[in-house]
């Protein structure tokens, strides 16, 4: 996992797929659902799946890579440092829209910036809505290779990357030392299979929807190695598997009066003593 969601420098099931009364009965062991006692999760030597896991995150990732045009909504909350030292946390919401395998649409909103992105298999082009500029950026021919370009272009965490990937399976577990099912748990109305895993750099929890659909419903990160250990929350919404996305959607049409730029004119500007920005 460490290929995907370090910072160069901001997110996954049998075991609901045949869930009954019983399979519940017993997968519950490991949570006391509505509790906030902590659960133990035993560690063990060398690095270690568990079966349970596995199956989950193979019946995830088999239907995303089935789905050709798909859609969906992320919230992130995400921590960075102010140049004082103070983590401070920041919230977005990601629209996204994918065709595969070589187009993209993302709506990034904010509340201090809001960007889109747009990928039409030649060249990506991003735009914020604060400023009449806008970059184009020659692109790789894939989804894939799109999105690992534009992790080291923008050198920022890249959190969604596994979701958008051909192969989320690997993706995901890729460099994990552990993956253990936590168990069954109840939120909001919502039954949903929790899974925790361990890597050098980074600890992660991921919380997955079924039986009829298994899909990413909320993602939590913590980056070991990064000064203050930064947080990055995730919760996923509105998944749409057989998304009917019109061809316009990853066209970029240049607004009247806008002017093309450098990267570094559209990307956010970083966070400043106190918070502030400048």
């Known amino acids: 996992m460490t290929t995907r969601f370090r910072s160069s420098a901001a997110l996954p099931l049998v075991a609901l797929?045949?869930?009954?009364?019983?399979?519940?009965?017993?997968?519950?062991?490991?949570?006391?659902?509505n509790t906030v006692k902590p659960v133990s999760v035993q560690p063990k030597a060398g690095p270690e799946i568990e079966p349970v896991v596995v199956q989950a995150l193979k019946t995830m990732s088999d239907q995303l890579r089935a789905a050709n045009n798909f859609s969906f909504t992320a919230h992130v909350m995400r921590?960075?440092?102010?140049?004082?030292?103070?983590?401070?946390?920041?919230?977005?919401?990601i629209n996204v829209?994918?065709?595969?395998?070589?187009?993209?649409?993302?709506?990034?909103r904010s509340p201090d910036s809001d960007v889109n992105l747009w990928y039409d298999g030649k060249t990506v082009t991003i735009m914020p809505n604060t400023a009449k500029i806008y970059t184009v950026i020659p692109a790789p021919a894939t989804v894939?290779?799109?999105?690992?370009?534009?992790?080291?272009?923008?050198?920022?965490?890249t959190p969604l990357r596994p979701f958008l990937s051909s192969n989320p399976y690997s993706m995901l577990l890729d460099g994990d030392e552990s993956g253990n099912e936590v168990g069954i748990v109840n939120v909001n109305n919502e039954q949903l299979l929790h899974l925790a895993f361990r890597e050098p750099d980074a600890d992660w929890q991921l919380w997955l929807t079924g039986p009829k659909q298994v899909l990413p419903h909320r993602m939590a990160i913590i980056y070991k190695t990064v000064e203050g250990q930064p947080r990055v929350n995730i919760e996923f919404s509105d998944w749409n598997?057989?998304?009917?996305?019109?061809?316009?959607?990853?066209?970029?049409?240049?607004?009247?009066?806008a002017v093309e730029a450098s990267l570094n004119a559209v990307r956010p500007r970083p966070v400043q003593q106190g918070g502030k920005t400048q």
């Open 79 to 93: 921590e960075e440092p102010a140049t004082n030292g103070q983590m401070l946390d920041f919230f977005r919401r």
């Open 17 to 33: 797929l045949a869930v009954s009364g019983a399979m519940l009965a017993q997968t519950a062991r490991h949570v006391a659902v």
């Open 241 to 257: 598997l057989n998304a009917q996305i019109p061809a316009s959607a990853f066209m970029f049409s240049k607004p009247a009066g």
């Open 144 to 157: 894939d290779a799109t999105v690992t370009m534009l992790k080291t272009k923008l050198d920022e965490h």
């Open 97 to 108: 829209q994918v065709q595969r395998p070589n187009k993209m649409r993302l709506e990034v």
